[in-house]
């Protein structure tokens, strides 16, 4: 029997996961969280086989709580799933640990395909991620999930600016800036700003050298 946990905040794609995954004999599901925080003490200790978590979640992204539980538990299978497609979500999801990558448009079908070949210690990439590895990056697509607010200020912090001065420069609030700081690092699978400057390099947004 396949112990499968379900990480996702948006209540009815993790029970329509569930409901899914349930109709398969050989699959159970053992745990249902809707964000990193509340799945951490579950997914670092109990005896789960495959998790299954959203890239963009409120708090820690899926790429962080991936990069941490790689960290306690390294053989740990994590698949991720996101609406986004881009080479660089991809890229980063694999760079994380994680064994494989689904995107919400991705068939039923494929989601009970990823969850047997993870558990049997394979990887699987849908069709979409697989089509994303084999483009180059690009400035649009590394960026596609930011927000215009969000973008002007990923460029601002890339580029050595400090919320503070952000603050003043776009004429925002400390806390407003520093939402949006937060959102970008989540979004890019970040966690510091240094992050976001090796993310910026790695996909030609500016220029320079790991």
């Known amino acids: 029997m396949i112990k499968v946990a379900l990480v996702d905040d948006h209540i009815v794609v993790r029970s329509g996961f569930a409901q899914l995954l349930m109709l ?7 745990g249902e969280y809707s964000n990193g925080q509340e799945a951490w003490p579950y ?16 708090g820690e992204s899926g790429l962080q709580l991936q990069s ?4 306690k538990r390294p053989d740990f299978r994590t698949i991720i799933l996101s609406i986004y497609d881009t080479p660089a979500f991809v890229q980063s999801a694999l760079d994380s640990g994680a064994r494989g990558y689904l995107t919400k448009r991705c068939g039923p079908e494929e989601l009970v395909q990823a969850v047997r070949a993870v558990h049997q210690g394979g990887c699987y990439l849908c069709s979409d991620a697989m089509k994303a590895l084999r483009q180059t990056p690009e400035k649009e697509d590394a960026l596609h999930a930011l927000t215009p607010r ?3 200020i990923f460029n601002l912090l890339v580029q050595g600016v400090n919320v503070k001065t952000i603050a003043v420069q776009l004429n925002l609030s400390h806390k407003t800036v520093h939402v949006h700081r937060a959102n970008v690092l989540g979004k890019l699978g970040c966690e510091t700003t240094i992050d976001l400057v090796h993310f910026a390099l790695k996909n030609q947004l500016i220029t320079g050298s790991l």
């Open 43 to 58: 997914l670092a200790h109990d005896d789960i086989d495959v998790a299954v978590m959203d890239l963009s979640m409120p």
């Open 24 to 30: 398969e004999p050989d699959i159970h599901i053992v």
């Open 68 to 71: 941490r539980l790689k960290q």
């Open 150 to 152: 969000e973008r002007e």
